[in-house]
């Protein structure tokens, strides 16, 4: 099975501040990384696919980059709607699986 | 619009049973592969299993293979999840998650709580 070590578990920032979290995979896959956001008592929603693609209605302070089997979200200037747990999943091969999680709060 | 509408949880006692369904709408449910996500009080997120579009093809997480079975039809667009010899560890809100193409599961429920307890 794909291991995805997400890092960091939780972070403390401010409004404005340029945040990144890091998932990194046990073997490759192929660009095949999403990244969601979820707000508490929600479903989460995609933010990224494909490593790299922002979904669309996304707005475009998330990003995300992908080297080797390290992959990156960031948000270029936090703001107060994005206060919220970020989660990756791999879905390259079964079974599926998420990271642990990045709670972002503020600080 | 899209929506996933999931029922059937509830409290069960260890090593029983329950059924959980999941009713899409707003899109042609038979063109996308579904998926179960469940994820425990204050805790992550974890795939529980997969379904092709035409039901041929199922997945599982080793957490629940072998007791855990995924099924669809496509004429009453529904996906189903039979549960069986529960554990505590169960315990969780059970997602339906619509998975478009192979790269990300586009539409989620809002889940049904499972309650794995004496």
């Known amino acids: 099975d794909i291991q995805l070590t997400q890092s960091p578990s939780f972070l403390s920032a401010s409004v404005g501040d340029r945040v990144t979290i890091t998932c990194r995979a046990s073997?490759?896959?192929?660009?095949?990384l999403a990244w969601y956001q979820q707000k508490p008592g929600k479903a989460p929603k995609v933010l990224i696919y494909?490593?790299?693609t922002l979904q669309g209605g996304v707005p475009s302070r998330f990003s995300g980059s992908e080297s080797g089997t390290e992959f990156t979200l960031t948000i270029s200037s936090l703001q107060p709607e994005d206060f919220a747990t970020y989660y990756c999943q791999q879905l390259n091969n079964y079974p599926l699986t998420f990271g642990g999680g990045t709670k972002v709060e503020i600080k | 619009e899209v929506e996933l509408l999931e029922s059937g949880g509830g409290l069960v006692q260890p090593g029983g049973s329950l059924r959980l369904s999941c009713a899409p709408s707003g899109f042609t449910f038979s063109s996308y592969a579904m998926n179960w996500v469940r994820q425990a009080p204050g805790k992550g997120l974890e795939w529980v299993s997969g379904?092709?579009?035409?039901?041929?093809?199922?997945y599982y997480a080793d957490s629940v293979r072998g007791r855990f079975t995924i099924s669809r039809d496509n004429s009453k667009n529904t996906v189903f999840l039979q549960m069986s010899s529960l554990r505590a560890e169960d315990t969780a809100l059970y997602y339906c998650?619509?998975?478009?193409?192979?790269?990300?599961?586009?539409?989620w429920g809002q889940g049904t709580l499972v309650t794995v307890s004496s």
């Open positions: 998650a619509r998975r478009p193409g192979s790269y990300y599961f586009d539409s």
């Open positions: 379904i092709s579009d035409s039901g041929d093809r199922t």
């Open positions: 073997q490759g896959i192929s660009s095949s």
């Open positions: 494909a490593a790299s």
